[in-house]
């Protein structure tokens, strides 16, 4: 039986310089699509699970290729809300050797932030599902983005689905009035699995403190559901070569993953929504050392692609656990 | 000595499919930027004019990269403004046989659109200039950029500085709760040529006729220093194929320019900006029939090359106009 | 309530050479998949269809490429085959001015020629369907396609599902020992439609004469079910500049489509297969004449299309066959 | 038993922008190799004669590259000559609608041109060769060039070997202190065809006269051995369609080609080469009408083909003189 | 005096997919031709030797392009076969970081496979040549390829033409009823040069043994002219970083290449191809230590050039050994 | 106060293989332009100091490009030369791994090295400059180019601007009769800063030494302003892999730079015009510690972008030197 996952939140229209163009000079950009949480669903679909996104668009052709593009690797794209207005955007400009990647956001005033979800019947939609993730990035980005992350989650909660929550705490959004700690806390607090550095504690819970290992507790004693919190640690030794490993608390313990070196690095963005789509994939198949080690060699894996979407099999995720054909030529 | 030109409007980047793709399949774009003015701008500039444009840009790489554009054409950027916020955009998809071309714009709340103008010193600006040139897009943006428009006309009016009004009435745009005939009128009232056809002589002047001789006597009442009324006639039998020619009357009579098939169209944007800038040269340096034949030969050329802008030689557009070394290769 | 179509046939790689450029000097080709059948359904889901299509494909990554292709328009894929094997391929030199366009095929020995379909429960798949849609390429291939073809179409007949029959004689396919009038005849005739010209009529019908309405009849005495055929007739000035109309006999009477000049031409593969699915279209939805009208204006749209699925919407259609907006820049 | 060509001549790398794009503006150019006489080398070595290519060029890798390009289609590259220098270039912009094309050459001081080919030992070069081909660009780039010309045409005489002169004057040409007339009139006189228009018989020959059968007669008095005459007429409606048609003077007679309409033209350069090459097969292996027809359709084909080689084959040429397959899509 | 040497295999379409995309989402393939015997004759020619390779090809223009692409690195094509079928093919999907490289092989049912080469005069062939080089795929394809394979190796022991065998063995090929067993040992058993790891010892001369030594002493036993054995060790600590050495057993003792850490690979297919091209270069023209040490810094430099050709000089293999120049920008 | 500079020296139309594809098999050249003095110039006008350039152009639309090119990134054109004549060319192979990288010159004769800037009013030119700034390859092109180098030296003397010369001694250049000692030591005595290595020292100054420091003392005593001397110390480990750093000799000590190891090379062309440019800006700027960090950090990062000009913000240098931001994703 194929788990079921829904996932809700923004996707939006990457646009990147062709090789290792600077932005002042490109005259093309390559387009793919892209969406944390939207990420984390192509993972999972290519991972033959049954994913659903739920996300709105604007009513015109770029709105389309969305769903194409989604269609693609079999999300089920049912309940994708159409209306008038704009996609949001992102530039991307790829660093090599010392030289920083950088992001140029232009995702205000979007389809998906002005769209009234009201209408979504969130009972319909969990009915049958295991797991529902989202992202900080959604609360936000608006007040009806909250609102809808809102009913999505208590949702969820009262039909026992289990739900991740990336915090992903970003400090440039948040522009509609509303600060981290007057929505968050009620987001995260029935939340199964969390995503979150100290950074986020801070930030999204009010958790203070230079111990992962309190903060872990202390979000417990606030999420009544919680079983997991996670994190990732990356160390840029140039934007072409990083170190990666990750850990996981189950409550009770640490589990640590190995580190790999990443050199020649091809894409990173993406790479923290692989490891989370390794980690809800992980933790609804595996036992949980090997849930956190199926994270982290996706997520390293995801690194080797340009793209948002970590277009690689379980089958390759598994040999890389294993140190099997790890840069072989496979005939 | 060269003459002295001062455009105003926003400048956005375009994102083209490549090739006759379409929006839903394109992996990439073609990156150029564009703006009806700016347009203007660098067609003068190429022909040697010493031109000046006016506009205000996002405080990053993007807008950066607006900067270097006008300025490799020799347009003066010392006006340009900068402040935060986001890129007006537009995504092209080009038509081929009897399939149309597609804009889709994403324009709103650009840092044009949201700018305070109201630091320009337009008398220091307009010192030594020769002639003012704006569209009806801009006043169709946004009560600021109504407001800015609006002092320009007056201060180059007030300096005796020509002022070109191309109307270019768009219904999409107009979304601040203004009309047109609101704020048009007394922007145009000023002008020594306006570009209009009979839509916008309707929507932007009030004036309600089928005649176009009648049009322009009823514009020349009004505004007290109209010496030219203009326009094209463009004939569409497929996208790779269209017809043009264009008229001029100079408050006495209608000087007719030849009319061109022009066929295996390369990129028919910005062939109206590149009319309006060969009748604004022409009306600068030639005599009236020269100078309307002027603007529609440099207007089919246009068509002929990828991007907004019109690189064309002045050597080029006469030997068009004379039906010289057409279509030829030049050695 | 939508209309479900049921198609069948080989899916291939096609490789194209880039621009114009002849196969000896190729050193990239463009990637696309396509099938006469598939084309079909494509166009059909593009159009709010629901689709099934139905082959086999090897179980490697480009097999799920063409999964992933086909699931980008919404075609059901839940009854695609995967098993070891070779892909069919086509390569393509695209011809220009006067000189041809080109394939060479690298189709036998594929997935498809060698499956064997014989679990497919063909009851259950037209369950709830409204047409069946088959080409005669499939019974050309091999003897298990020739038989899978047989099922179904006995199966779409016994349940009373419509069935198209695109004939498309090639002389070239038919190398497993059988000739077309040993296998087509039964296929052909439980057809409710009915693709052909007179070299088809003749090679796979037996049906000999230069009368096209003659031919009709005759199929018509053979084919209980017949209520339709039709066919286009194309004119080559160059490969760049072909002219297209087409007719549809309904038993009673001919009806015929305008006539289009299609200059500048994109790519052609696949035109045949846009207006076979804008025939089943109209025939579903339209009567007789709009029908014809919409097939061969679905037909001429997909000439400016590169690659072989017919990406226009219906509106699109609709105003080409209004003379709306032809070639023009829609913003 | 396949008919001996030599040929002589520079061969530069051509470096164009493109697709349609500016020389001010092009990030890249495209990079074929070309020549006169190096054109008229492959087409006939594609149509199976043995041809063998004499240019110097440098001994750097660029030099290299001409050389595997002159294999590549089986020309025979035993006398290239290499020595330390530079390479002659030109830089092509593809002109598109009315807008002309445009040629920088940048060939001055090349190797080719300063080379002293004195070790050449002609007469072994010639052995068992039937035909020599040189054009007038070689005489007019420097003395050592006209000097290594007017060693060949010698031997060539002497050795009964058939020579063809492609006069082709460029006045930009002949920088180096020598008129046409000081140098052409001797190296003409042993031709056996002359492909010549007016202005080349006034420049090269001093034939004055508007009467083209008056100038052939008068050549014919001044070369013993003429036995053809030839020239090609062009229209150019614009740069995307012209009409092209040939005609040969045979001593006693003009017989005339077909005039094509050659529209959506994708690369005229070495269309000229193309018609000399036909030219040259066609005498060698066929009747004079049968050689202008095939000569003219060869320079047709070629405009259909980036680059100036003509990689057409002899069947294309003949389907196109038979009006078959025009434009067709071969399977 | 060049050394002649002769080479026999398939030679294949290869077609990868551009920069680190993935197979699924790839829009266009890159293509060169390639096959390891094809390869070894390239890279000989391109060190001056005279080499004629033997295959059999598509009698349609994919044919003819693999005779334009050995004929440009001068590779004698008197002996190509041409006859109606298929291209063998190959799909790459270039891995990078942790991920492998992938090959999806279409090869079976080739016109190599299929082709009768029993007309080929062998002794005429080898009449005046050096060496003779084959490998292990040929026999593995089909009973006519083993066929020829045996006939060559015979006619070259014959005439006293030295022979290397790069055993190569794939368990995937074999599928046509024999097993290596039954068919390599006798083609070996002449060779004078072998390269073989101890899996293909094992599967294709029967000798089992973990001793490297040992395996050597007993295929010296076997094959009475056998002079030397050799292999290359690669570590792959990523695809885009190896390590590389090699050794060669002269029948007295083992000499060694030094170990090249490889770091930023570009391609490294056809990287054992140029091993084996360095080292019959070397044992041709070195003394044996030099010639390993060639054969590796050739193989060396193959991994950083796209393609399956290794298009270096030997003055740039031996400035590798050297140290001279490493990585250097030279003017 | 923007600080003003002023370079002089020849701009060259630089044509690089794409990827890593060798010469011999390059299709296409990517072309940017690149000249010694004007990447430092750029690089000054991207920090926002007034900068003009002085050079002869083409006056083909190619020297328009350069011109454009120049503009783009602020540089002052306004005493460009036009003139008849060539475009000074260098073509480019980039190396990878232990390959090299290669530079084939083609500048011979250009207009640069040919123009008579006898015209230029120098003393115009410097009024109100900071710095005049060139290099050791304007002197060795031509005895037009050294003189009008020394005529600029000399007024820069006489109106007190600072001189900086990077001596860069090429053996391949200096082929028009005159030796570097000849001419380069009165062109040097005037500097205020001099970056030489002991090869520079020893060739264009005659200072015999290995020792670095009795160099910069030997040089100190010949040129009476002098009160840098600067050289940056390179090694390759691989075309990939190069580390870096600066020394500053101030006339009292030595100031070093960290030393930097680059892996992942972009582009490592105009990797000493950044330092240059990063010396002469630090110089103008910063205290010497900090001039000569800025300028190693500056050249760093220009290794990880395409082209010739160091597209790279000051606060990027800045960050570099602190440490922060490397390789990161910057949001």
């Known amino acids: 039986m194929k788990k079921r996952i829904i996932t809700l939140g923004e996707v939006m229209l990457r646009l990147s310089t062709p090789g290792h163009h600077r932005f002042v000079n490109a005259n093309s950009f390559e387009a793919v ?14 991972w033959d699970c049954s994913v659903a996104h739920i ?3 604007p009513n015109h052709e770029i709105g389309d290729a969305v769903k194409r593009y989604l269609s693609s690797s079999g999300v089920d794209t049912s309940y994708l809300q159409f209306s008038p207005g704009r996609m949001g955007l992102y530039f991307v400009e790829n660093g090599a050797m010392q030289r920083s990647s950088k992001i140029i956001y232009d995702r205000f005033d979007s389809v998906f932030a002005n769209f009234d979800f009201s209408k ?25 983005a909250a609102k809808v992350c809102k009913e999505a989650v208590l949702a969820a ?9 990336d915090i992903n705490y970003r400090r440039n959004l948040w522009q509609y009035g509303k600060q981290p700690m007057d929505i968050m806390p009620e987001l995260i607090r029935p939340s199964h699995l969390i995503i979150a550095g100290l950074t986020d504690f801070e930030n999204c819970m009010g958790i203070q403190t230079d111990n992962y290992e309190e903060a872990c507790q202390a979000a417990k004693e606030f999420c009544p559901n919680l079983a997991y919190v996670s994190t990732t640690s990356r160390k840029s030794i140039s934007a072409s ?4 490993k990750g850990k996981l608390w189950n409550t009770e313990t640490f589990l640590k993953s190995k580190s790999y070196r990443m050199s020649h690095i091809v894409d990173r963005i993406g790479g923290g929504d692989a490891f989370m789509a390794g980690l809800i994939y992980g933790l609804l198949h595996f036992k949980d050392q090997e849930a956190i080690d199926f994270a982290v060699a996706a997520s390293v894996l995801k690194h080797s692609i340009p793209g948002d979407a970590n277009l690689v099999s379980i089958e390759e995720v598994n040999h890389l656990i294993k140190g099997e054909n790890v840069g072989k030529l496979l005939r």
């Not at 909660?157 to 929550?165: H, R, Y």
């Not at 070569?241 to 990666?244: I, Q, S, V």
């Open 55 to 57: 996300t709105a668009l």
């Open 241 to 244: 070569e990083n170190k990666l």
């Open 33 to 46: 699509y892209g969406g944390a949480e939207a990420n984390v669903a192509i993972s999972l679909a290519n």
């Open 120 to 144: 979504l019947d969130w009972e319909q939609i969990f009915q049958g599902s295991d797991w529902f993730h989202w992202t900080g990035i959604t609360p936000a980005i608006s007040a009806s």
């Open 157 to 165: 909660e009262k039909l026992g689905v289990k739900i991740s929550a």
